[in-house]
């Protein structure tokens, strides 16, 4: 069982639409970082959120973790075909909510999004 | 400006061969991770080192072995490879284990186990 649950798993849309991507869990984090990954390359942090109910805007991208810190979103207005990418949501375990897991990042499925011109 | 770096970036093993992944960080940060990325399943950990001189099991340990071998270097062991073990490795890098630190990553390993 995946302890964050990343949804949808793919994404296909046009240039200019919008879009939104979950990540949600059972379990309280203390923090929860989002990632994007190009073909051939490493995962590159694109944020970071502690506080529940915390939104970050990053340009045309919008974080928000959720009141209960058990689920974040990220949404992309007007998406580009250079916003093409697996897209990954990874949270570090609140304290006494993972045992041996506890301070270690763990990462969602991943959402592979496609962006057509 | 040379972050993380991983060798080989491509591997090819028969089943039972031997080998070792090496990766090297520039940045003087204290903890190094050992990722395995399979299509569906996110990246699972592997092994960490928090700090120089320990290293301990992540998800996922089995036929693996890691080295610290100094700050800057982390090294992954497969000793009897398996079909099983195909995947993409990451090695990343963080300045502390604890905290909400950004990790860093390097290009990543394909190997093949026929």
């Known amino acids: 069982t995946q302890l964050l649950e990343q949804s949808p798993q793919f994404l296909s849309i046009q240039e200019g639409e919008n879009l939104t991507v979950y990540c949600n869990s059972s379990s309280v984090f203390s923090s929860l970082q989002w990632y994007r990954q190009e073909p051939g390359e490493g995962p590159v942090l694109l944020v970071t959120?502690?506080?529940?109910?915390e939104v970050k805007k990053l340009k045309r991208l919008t974080f928000q973790f959720g009141d209960a810190r058990k689920d974040s979103s990220l949404h992309i207005t007007a998406a580009q075909p250079g916003d093409t990418g697996l897209y990954l949501c990874a949270g570090s375990l609140a304290s006494g909510a993972g045992g041996t897991s506890y301070g270690k990042l763990t990462f969602g499925q991943g959402t592979i999004l496609t962006v057509h011109p | 400006n040379a972050g993380v770096t991983q060798t080989p970036k491509f591997q090819v093993l028969k089943t039972g061969q031997s080998m070792t992944l090496q990766c090297a960080q520039d940045?003087?940060?204290?903890?190094m991770y050992w990722y395995r990325q399979d299509p569906g399943m996110g990246l699972r950990l592997i092994y960490y080192?928090?700090?120089?001189?320990?290293?301990d099991k992540g998800e996922v340990p089995n036929g693996y072995n890691v080295s610290r071998l100094n700050k800057r270097e982390f090294s992954l062991r497969l000793e009897s490879a398996a079909p099983s073990q195909t995947s993409v490795y990451f090695c990343?890098?963080?300045?502390?284990?604890?905290?909400?630190?950004?990790?860093?990553f390097g290009e990543g390993s394909r190997l093949t186990v026929l």
């Open positions: 990343a890098s963080k300045f502390r284990d604890r905290g909400t630190g950004e990790l860093f």
């Open positions: 959120v502690v506080t529940g109910g």
């Open positions: 940045m003087n940060h204290n903890s």
């Open positions: 080192s928090a700090s120089e001189g320990t290293t």
